[in-house]
């Protein structure tokens, strides 16, 4: 359990920070919140104190408050200091040690991570003044969020949107992660499914959700990889918001995107089910009829196209297999030329747990039960050896 101390400041977007707050108790964080005078316009203090079950932190000079030189005292408390939304206004305050109130002053005497999300007009966003303030913070070691682009309140539309929590919650949880595994390295994770055209509303396709590969983008982001490149089939789920993302519909597609990224990878990741088959593909609708045989062509195997490109990336295979199962992972371990097989059964499909054997090339075993896919994707990097 972390400490986790939000600094919201006045802009329309604070009351998203209600979210925020929730998100992070439901992550299993203690939350305490400090709140600007403006930014009491847009939230109430008794709104955030509910959400994180303490005291909210209005004023230096607050009698209510507990008094131990309140701002040191938090200080010492929290494990990071998010700012979220975070303003022109406070940038300016940070980058040029102004501490005129609570948030400011809890800023300065801060010696751990800070995290700034940024929510502003796009104007603003854009001046000369501002943008010196954000790479001030940079050079400094805070982690800055950058705004998104979309409408904003003023009826704009530009870059200055609040961040997506999602995103401020895994930057929150990579800085607390105590594991730095991945430190400096690129990975491609591939997931989801590939599918292959029978006509222009026909396609083969596979059940895999995108599910798996997605812990393991996670997992790569908390151990602190610098680059995550996801290139992914079909997936029933929202695409990464922490990679790179390149979509590839069908197995060829998959294959040409790995070939142009994989000598610079560091960890190659194959989680896809990618398709085995493809058909000749018919220009017209298939009309219906009571049968319909369809000539079945091997596609080209990625792992086996890959394996001639020399890469001095580890490289993480699946075998999805519903007998002898350790067997057959492993006869395909050999054959790919792959460092490290994941050996499950379809039952993980859809699935929130799962349970695997990881095998590497020597032999060793890594055996995983009944686990989130998360856990189980931590697990094998933790396992690995780069």
Known sequence: MSRVLIG???CIAAYKAAALVREFKKADNQVKVILTKNAEEFI???TLRTLSENQVYTSL??????YSAEHIALSKWADILVVAPASANILGKFANGIADDLLSTEYLSFDKPVLIALTMNTKMYEHPAVQK??????ERGNIVIEPETGFLACGDEGKGRFPDIKVILMHAQRILHKSNALKGRKVIVTGGGTFEKIDPVRIIANLSSGIMADAFVKAAFLKKSKNILYIHGRIS?????ISQNISADTTQDML?????????????????????????YAKNKIKKRDSLALNLKRNTDILTELSKIKTKAVKIGFALETENSEKNGLRKLKEKSLDYIVVNSPDNLGAETASAVVISKKGEKLIIKNA???????????????
């Open 44 to 46: 109430t203090p008794l």
């Open 8 to 10: 919201i400041t006045g």
């Open 256 to 280: 040409d995107a790995l070939k142009k990224e994989i000598r610079e990878a560091d960890i190659l990741i194959m989680a896809a089910a990618v398709n085995d088959f493809r058909t000749d």
């Open 372 to 386: 989130t896919k998360y856990e189980l994707a931590e697990r094998v990097l933790e396992w690995i050896k780069l």
């Open 133 to 138: 303030n954000i790479s001030l913070l940079k």
């Open 237 to 241: 789920i929202e695409e990464n918001i």
């Open 61 to 66: 000079f607050d009698d209510e408050n507990e």
